[in-house]
């Protein structure tokens, strides 16, 4: 955003369901984005935050689920998710080796501002997230510091930017260049207009695979246009999702599992080494942290209207996916790597 | 087969891998596919049995996982090889009403071959697995009888019938006519040719959402050239993979996870109220029932080679799934329901 | 019950909560139980059923949930409880070789009582559970036959009676006569009285493990009064779990799984043969299968409120398995086996 | 160790099976267990490291799986071994907000030890396990760096100490002192010795609960000897599983699974805020990170002859806890906590 050129502007529209003012997880309110950017001789990786609601969210906790495609990978905080269907922390997105840095960094955030944590309460579960951006970005160089989350967290707002930022600078994506896509969908239920919205962080696919709306785009790109070797799939996509629809954990669970259709629809078959983690929460409604009444009352989705949600889920992962590479532009990185941008060929 | 016209006959290729012979799962030596048909008045319907390998199954298990894509089916003997991760049965096809006649028959057969069952040994776990066909069926005449699977089952051979036969009479697939359709993929590793093939049952899917080879054809059947209403999607489909690689339980579940990928190509969202079920086995190796040895040895893919398996998982689905569709006729069912032929828009 | 001598009345009380007036399942209201036994020659089997509430289960869905302890099962109906998190028929439990036939007449018995079901609106999940009893049943004589599940469903009340009854009549537990099972807790929260009522099948154990309230007297029995041969645990358990307490289906899998730490105390492993299912459901509130409303409220549990249900679970699990044993007579059945009671023992 | 004072030199033995020499997680030969301990003041916290092979775990990585009893936890990288069924670093436990340092630590031994990680190859997944000392330990003040967790991976040998040492140190256990616990149990099979052994970090239950050998000895503390006030149980417990025997990750899960029996014979429920994780693993076969055949081969157990294994993992749990108790001694901690010993009552 900020101006950005996305997919739409290319004149091609995924799906049929009405998109949101941002096109953006940020269209569900409350939710905010925030990225700190690395980028400077051999160090392309960053920090992208997402801050799920206004309130405190350990003291306001959000009904959640996280959906795990293919497990090669180590994001944090999942476990507790699938549990106890709650998620009390913002979420943050990093490179393999920031995850360690990244929970720290976050336990500390919570901590300040939550002085009952660790003494009259519990602890708390913080959920970090990670793609492993080891061929831009010298990884082994471990650059994240606790201040560049806090400072994700503090830039955190509505209108973010996507492409190689925060989390995303030293990500590829198709062979291409990758990062942080988003998008969303309105949907029209109960006489209401309620919000689908995602971010991805791409960093999964081989070239030859890419399809842009049904168009195997990569393979024309490999066999006319392209200079690269083919290689491997050795990557990752993380899924966030975001929706002001009152769903249970369990519902949230059922459509977190629905963003591998879209994913798919861009020409990837979840590789052996692809960290696939879907994390999805509803904004609808809180789990109090100090809630007193022993019986409580959640709305819900009518199961049988949970279809177009399913859609919206589908369309917006095809659209995020496009949108993290159409916004990237071309990158050179660590050990001579580069990676062009799909704006060069589409 | 026998000569139907299926999907590359339209000049549709999808993927890139190579085929085998059959084009099915047939190509996996040893399994064999047979039909019974009930294809009277407002009778639809029928039973469709896999046998997965020439010797017994019950002595000669095979391992295999399951993977539940959306778990709204009835589908039975699922939990034991998700346990075990092994067969030790043929896999019988029916509708969802005709699960229990499978259950009981397919014991009875399998009581017959074995007459240690239930007396010097434990019991069996037959595999049945269902769609729901009430369009075009009368479902609640629960026509399948016992027969009808030890007919499907003596009838199975190598070439077989695709379409609107066995279970797949009655079905549905994106509100055009579907059932039975197969496909395979043959890949090179360890210096040897190894072959994956798949059956699938169809009976899912809006017809606004078909798509074949990238091209939205439903969304221009559906405007153009169709009379019907659009329905929501209730259906399901299961997916058999076979295949001769080595494979332990856990890699075939990470493959059978795979299917989804090729499913979602032909453009279906997994709705709500589809038992979408992978069952995945391999031949390459047998699992004794009376196994003398206390500590076994199992050959497994070198699990960095897998990928290629993978894509070999999605291909086969998109294109057995086109396959299911193009070759069954048009059908008139019970209660004056019709379902036309993708044939006719192709 | 109806008199029957419990292990209460040997001045064995289990665990600390208080009990319900008849400490079973239907202590629950709503709650019924019926069997119909097949005692006679080497045909020592039968059918137990269990009607969740006094409405029509499949247009008033109870939330439920389902957990599996071991797999080694061939139980019915459990992917789609843990896909929609209800369940829609009453429960049958009976012999391994019966679950066919139980799958048939449930089928018929929800077809006569909903004329939509496969016309109107889709199918149903019929809810099928099972245990091996062919060590003191001809369990090849596949004897169970529909009339004996109407029959069971139609005998249904509020005191049954437990042990070698049903589908307990040919079930073994820690090598002595088991079967049916119950026991009941109640929980005062909300300032109101809730109760938790569970059923099992038992079918499982080792002599040398079987423990009362601590006392290892199973290796007493086996060193001093047992003239059998130890023999290799082969068996299974099913545990029903109902409760008033409004519980989500996230929330009534997290109590399914503590029913396990009540079995543990008196002495199982959980062999590798064991088919251990635990299905928990609440009576709480209905799913309306006709729901109109597209946001629908449900009450839960405050989750930091659920440690006495914890509780209460395992209680239950370990008083229902002995209550089984404890009300079952000694059994001689096919080929000469026989069980003998731990009556004998106590 | 160390000539402390065990369970069984008090007379109680749990179980049947041989133990090992140490009667510890060290008796399968190549595991070592290495302590830090910070115990100063109101800092009652540590480290400990299970080095779970003598090679290098990353190039020989081994077979392994985790289970998860309630995951009302931190513990990170259980993801991967879920999906790839292998472990490739040590295993790391501390407290809760020790873990994103845990992980740095871990990462950069992983990355000191192997030059190729993150630049000729992926990245590594680092094994990192809490509990929540909070009650005895200043746990906001986050003592844990970096230099403890080299420290106890320094240290690591086959003889070491129990109870509140390391990572131990300000655990609780049925609201008396609790830590570190191990045992082992030695099995006959394929006419060779192997070796079962355990190590558990015990930070859970109710004092009401604690029972030993079958005697409900928390109830005589409680209402006869005990001066403090019942608390809700808010604790955890880790459970790792070391063998020589070559099982599968499948068969390791499904061994995984059977410590919860041994846990609920001390008395335990599994309360809703227990992170209660098992991590087994087997050394008797390596998966190479640079393995160059496409097929390999791979020893594992006879699945018919498990359960001699799943009794094993439940006496070591049951006994692990005891001794995990018994070694500890009375503690004083921050803000005036204190626990008694297990010794003081047995």
């Not at 009904?63 to 269907?85: D, H, R």
């Not at 471990?142 to 600078?169: C, I, K, N, P």
């Not at 200079?227 to 629809?245: C, M, N, P, V, W």
């Not at 629809?265 to 942290?289: D, K, P, Y």
């Given at each position: 955003m900020?101006?950005?050129?996305?997919?739409?502007?290319?004149?091609?529209?995924?799906?049929?369901?009405?998109?949101?003012?941002?096109?953006?997880?940020?269209?569900?309110?409350?939710v905010k984005v925030g990225h700190c950017t690395l980028d400077s001789g051999d160090m392309k990786t960053g920090v992208t935050a997402v801050i799920p609601h206004t309130g405190n969210t350990f003291l306001e906790k959000l009904p959640a689920a996280v959906y795990?495609?293919?497990?090669?990978?180590?994001?944090?905080?999942?476990?507790?998710?699938?549990?106890?269907?709650?998620?009390?922390?913002?979420?943050?997105?990093?490179?393999?080796?920031?995850?360690?840095?990244?929970?720290?960094?976050?336990?500390?955030?919570?901590?300040?501002?939550?002085?009952?944590?660790?003494?009259?309460?519990?602890?708390?579960?913080?959920?970090?997230?990670?793609?492993?951006?080891?061929?831009?970005?010298?990884?082994?160089?471990?650059?994240?510091?606790?201040?560049?989350?806090?400072?994700?967290?503090?830039?955190?707002?509505?209108?973010?930017l996507e492409g190689g930022v925060g989390a995303g600078t030293g990500m590829s994506c198709y062979k291409l260049k990758g990062g942080i896509g988003s998008s969303s969908r309105k949907l029209e239920m109960d006489s209401s207009t309620f919000t689908l919205g995602m971010l991805v962080l791409t960093n999964m696919g081989r070239l030859n695979d890419l399809t842009v709306a049904g168009r195997q785009i990569g393979k024309e790109?490999?066999?006319?246009?392209?200079?690269?070797?083919?290689?491997?799939?050795?990557?990752?996509?993380?899924?966030?999702?975001?929706?002001?629809?009152?769903?249970?954990?369990?519902?949230?669970?059922?459509?977190?599992?629905?963003?591998?259709?879209?994913?798919?629809?861009?020409?990837?078959?979840?590789?052996?080494?692809?960290?696939?983690?879907?994390?999805?929460?509803?904004?609808?409604?809180?789990?109090?942290?100090?809630?007193?009444?022993?019986?409580i009352e959640q709305r819900m989705l009518n199961e049988e209207m949970i279809d177009p949600v399913f859609q919206a889920v589908a369309e917006c992962a095809e659209e995020a996916v496009l949108n993290s590479m159409i916004t990237a532009d071309k990158c050179s990185g660590w050990a001579g790597h580069e990676r062009e941008s799909l704006k060069r060929y589409l």
């Amino acid at each position: 955003m900020h101006g950005q050129k996305r997919i739409r502007d290319y004149g091609i529209n995924i799906g049929e369901l009405p998109i949101g003012p941002f096109n953006a997880i940020t269209d569900v309110k409350g939710v905010k984005v925030g990225h700190c950017t690395l980028d400077s001789g051999d160090m392309k990786t960053g920090v992208t935050a997402v801050i799920p609601h206004t309130g405190n969210t350990f003291l306001e906790k959000l009904p959640a689920a996280v959906y795990v495609i293919n497990g090669f990978g180590k994001s944090v905080g999942t476990m507790q998710v699938a549990e106890l269907g709650t998620i009390e922390t913002p979420l943050i997105l990093t490179n393999t080796f920031g995850v360690g840095t990244g929970v720290n960094a976050l336990t500390r955030y919570m901590l300040d501002n939550n002085e009952d944590i660790g003494i009259d309460t519990g602890t708390v579960n913080p959920l970090v997230f990670e793609c492993n951006d080891s061929y831009l970005n010298n990884i082994r160089g471990m650059y994240v510091q606790e201040e560049h989350v806090r400072s994700a967290l503090a830039a955190s707002g509505t209108d973010f930017l996507e492409g190689g930022v925060g989390a995303g600078t030293g990500m590829s994506c198709y062979k291409l260049k990758g990062g942080i896509g988003s998008s969303s969908r309105k949907l029209e239920m109960d006489s209401s207009t309620f919000t689908l919205g995602m971010l991805v962080l791409t960093n999964m696919g081989r070239l030859n695979d890419l399809t842009v709306a049904g168009r195997q785009i990569g393979k024309e790109i490999k066999y006319s246009r392209y200079s690269g070797e083919e290689e491997a799939d050795k990557g990752s996509i993380i899924i966030f999702i975001a929706t002001d629809l009152p769903l249970s954990s369990r519902q949230l669970g059922r459509i977190a599992r629905r963003a591998e259709c879209g994913i798919a629809r861009t020409g990837n078959n979840i590789s052996t080494g692809s960290g696939e983690i879907v994390m999805a929460f509803s904004t609808a409604q809180n789990i109090l942290h100090y809630e007193k009444r022993e019986i409580i009352e959640q709305r819900m989705l009518n199961e049988e209207m949970i279809d177009p949600v399913f859609q919206a889920v589908a369309e917006c992962a095809e659209e995020a996916v496009l949108n993290s590479m159409i916004t990237a532009d071309k990158c050179s990185g660590w050990a001579g790597h580069e990676r062009e941008s799909l704006k060069r060929y589409l």
